[in-house]
């Protein structure tokens, strides 16, 4: 069993669209307790319509108590089926109250064509009998699927990497050469403090935050167009000792998706705060694809806060219209994350931009 590592699973470029979900849910398996024997997870995994799965990854990552080992005594299935095509080896790292973190790998690309094509919500479910309790921490599904008018580029890094506060793991994720289309970077990061503070970037990418107890999925858009994109997980140094300390860094995705069809921009975007803690948004939204878009859906961020929401209707092709959104502002938030999500062929696409509020 391979200790302590993260490295690339699967590269892909070519024709259709990869689709990607990641979920923590934090479920303790076992018999007695405050345990359940059976987990059942929805994983969302949209797919452009018409489309079929070709090939697929699913990703569990588990916390172990001391001196239990994996292979431990479970069933996994996928849309009621099981799986064991596992990939060697399993990862695994030590975390510095004793347990352990595994990472287990399963290529479930036999399955795909039958399992994962013509739905867009899959259920895993995970039976475990053991009198000793594993926790259910993480799950990651990457999907390839097949369409003729979409091209893609991805990666899918996976393992178990241990970060002190001061650490980083940095992988490169080869996307090959730009597609024009949409390109996100997302990782699972396990922190095991509310004081653990991690930081995400990819290709020069704003940063992106992950904070603790417990497993987290952070994701931002990359800007950067080049060969090899840097991702990098930091764990930034907290003012005070803490403890636990120890994080881990499991998967990281990057994927840029071309769907033929509208591609929007956010362009000119300034935030200034107004009287009575409102805040007033004035931004650009450009379609330089090769359709109209029928409607999209513009949001105002503060990390997890949602601070407005706007339905657009019609955005033409090579159109830029200029928009105005009113909002309450908290006094803390400096910094403001806009997106805007749109679908094409039914598969939906973000746009993200991370502002910086006027005084």
């Not at 090939?55 to 005594?73: A, M």
């Not at 259920?123 to 009198?131: A, E, H, K």
């Not at 998967?251 to 300034?270: A, H, W």
């Not at 200034?272 to 004035?282: D, L, P, Q, S, Y």
Request: glycine letters at 8%; one cysteine or more; a neutral charge.
């Amino acid at each position: 069993m391979a200790a302590d590592s993260i490295g690339e699973v699967w590269n892909y470029r070519g024709k259709g669209v990869v689709s990607y979900s990641m979920s923590s849910p934090g479920i303790a398996l076992g018999i007695g307790g405050e345990t359940q024997r059976k987990a059942s997870i929805k994983i969302p995994l949209p797919r452009p319509e018409g489309s079929e799965a070709s090939t697929g990854f699913l990703s569990i990552g588990v916390i172990t108590p001391p001196g239990l080992r994996l292979p431990v005594r479970w069933k996994i299935t996928l849309n009621n089926t099981s799986i064991s095509r596992e990939l060697r080896p399993q990862v695994s790292s030590s975390l510095d109250d004793g347990q352990t973190y595994h990472k287990v790998v399963f290529d479930v690309t036999p399955l795909a064509r039958m399992k994962l094509s013509g739905r867009e919500v899959h259920q895993l479910t995970v039976i475990y009998d053991g009198f000793q309790p594993i926790l259910l921490n993480d799950v990651t599904l990457a999907v390839l699927f097949e369409d003729e008018e979409s091209r893609t580029s991805a990666s899918l890094f996976s393992g178990a990497k241990s970060l002190e506060p001061g650490g980083k793991v940095i992988v490169y994720s080869r996307l090959g050469e730009y597609l024009g289309g949409v390109r996100r970077a997302a990782a699972m990061i396990y922190a095991p403090s509310t004081q653990s503070r991690l930081r995400f970037v990819a290709g020069g990418s704003e940063p992106r935050y992950s904070s603790g107890p417990g497993a987290k999925a952070v994701e931002t858009e990359v800007p950067y167009k080049g060969y090899e994109v840097p991702v990098a997980v930091v764990y930034e140094e907290p003012e005070n000792p803490i403890y636990p300390k120890t994080a881990v860094a499991s998967d990281i995705v990057v994927v840029e998706n071309s769907v033929e069809g509208p591609l929007l921009e956010l362009k000119d975007v300034s935030i200034e705060r107004a009287k009575a803690g409102k805040a007033v948004m004035t931004l650009q939204i450009r379609n330089r694809g090769s359709r109209d878009c029928d409607s999209a859906k513009l949001t105002v961020m503060a990390e997890d806060l949602t601070l407005a929401v706007k339905e657009l209707g019609s955005i033409p092709q090579a159109s830029a219209l200029e928009n105005l959104v009113e909002f309450y502002l908290p006094p803390h938030v400096s910094r403001i994350n806009v997106r805007i999500e749109w679908k094409v062929k039914g598969f939906p696409l973000v746009r993200d931009a991370i502002v910086n509020v006027k005084p």
